[in-house]
């Protein structure tokens, strides 16, 4: 089979466009296991993520391949097609179809995107593992995000989110070499993703977010195990998201963009530690440390 036709896999038809598009729900093991020699020169059996390739079709025009986990690739794909800003809506796409024999997923669009060669012509390689590319574009609208104004956290959810991820059963612990990305409004999980790279992460909540009718109010707060690089805070910021915290640091160009569009950029978050490098006005500081009164002479 050309897998350049796997979109043919999917039956052709009007839908309404109120509702989401037609899913399959290709399965894939996230871990495989490994034979190693340890330190000790003894044999033992460790598990590894099972990274694989995804090659994206739209409309059957090749676009990208994707290194992936696989847990959720039809969130993937809808997350990575919205973070590139080639589609406005998940209502655009009749279906997406995912063949891991092939390792590709074909994306049939209701109308078709347009100027799709002129918008992909431009790449700009990225920090992302793997030296992942997005399309030159997705800078142009930073200007127009808007972040709620008024969103804060508090620091005593703030450490409740610290805590929640480190206590969750996840792949890193089993496998390690995986990035983790999560969801939360206020301290509440609402989902949880793990890939081989951070950018996979947060496109597969952001395809998620985009499938759901109604997501329960509050602040919405993104966590993230990799660094706050300027496409990464765009992504957030471009979810809606107006804070975002990290185990790990920022750059300056991540930076730059936080403060750009009001977003809050918490990194180096440990434990009952945390930096906060921009927008600390939408932290409630309502756990500071107490401080003993300095002895006079």
């Known amino acids: 089979m050309n897998l350049a036709d796997l979109s043919c896999l999917t039956p052709a038809g009007s839908t309404p466009l109120s509702v989401n598009p037609r899913l399959t729900q290709a399965q894939a093991e996230l871990t ?14 460790i598990r590894i ?14 676009l990208v391949t994707l290194m992936t986990l696989g847990a959720h690739p039809e969130w993937l794909v809808l997350g990575y097609l919205l973070n590139q800003r080639l589609i406005g809506s998940v209502r655009e796409v009749e279906s997406v179809t995912v063949d891991w024999d092939v390792g590709a997923a074909a994306v049939r669009t209701r109308d078709g995107i347009a100027r799709i060669e002129e918008r992909t012509a ?15 574009a ?52 609402l989902l949880f993703v793990e890939d081989v790279g951070r950018h996979n992460a947060v496109d597969t909540i952001a395809g998620w977010m985009a499938l759901q009718a109604d997501l329960p109010r509050g602040e919405r707060v993104f966590y993230t195990t990799g660094r706050l690089t ?26 730059h963009v936080a403060q750009r569009v009001g977003l809050c950029a918490v990194g180096r978050a440990t434990n009952r530690r945390f930096l ?21 002479a």
């Open 49 to 62: 993520p099972a990274e694989r390739g995804l090659t994206l079709y739209v409309d059957k025009r090749e």
């Open 230 to 255: 300027s496409e990464m805070v765009i992504k957030s910021a471009q979810m809606g998201v107006p804070v975002v915290i990290s185990r790990s640091g920022i750059t300056e160009m991540g930076l």
């Open 138 to 189: 997705l800078m142009d609208d930073v200007d127009r995000i808007a972040l709620p104004p008024e969103a804060r956290l508090r620091q005593s959810q703030l450490y409740d989110i610290v805590n929640t991820i480190r206590v969750h059963d996840s792949t890193y612990k089993a496998a390690g070499s995986v990035h983790a990305c999560a969801l939360f409004v206020d301290n509440r999980l």
């Open 32 to 45: 495989r296991p490994l034979s190693v020699i340890d330190e000790t020169g003894q044999s033992r059996t």
């Open 276 to 296: 906060c490098f921009a927008n600390a006005h939408r932290i409630v500081f309502d756990e500071l440390p107490v401080t003993e009164p300095v002895a006079t």
């Open 122 to 136: 431009r790449r700009v390689v990225t920090t992302g593992c793997g030296q992942g590319s997005v399309f030159g």
